[in-house]
């Protein structure tokens, strides 16, 4: 596959250079290679917006909306849960 370079967009990077290069923040990613449609795996993505609040990354890819399908919106670091577990009646 080859990649063109678009202003505002990352080369093409895997999800552990991803989270290296964005450490506890939320991202949004364009143009994923997905390793199959079952589960989150992807080979490369390009990273088109970063922030510590979760909007910030898709503010950033606005632009993007129109040229793309598919925006991904990941958060790079732990998963946090509820200190108490959730309960629904």
Known sequence: ????????????????????????????????DWVNDRDFAFSRARVAGHGKRRREPMLQA??????????GHYFTGRARAPLSPLIFL
């Open 1 to 32: 596959m080859v990649y063109m370079s678009e202003p505002g967009l990352s080369e093409p990077m895997t999800w552990s250079e991803i989270c290296a290069t964005y450490p506890d923040e939320w991202v949004a990613l364009v143009e994923i």
């Open 62 to 71: 606005e632009l993007l909306w129109s040229r793309y399908e598919e925006i």
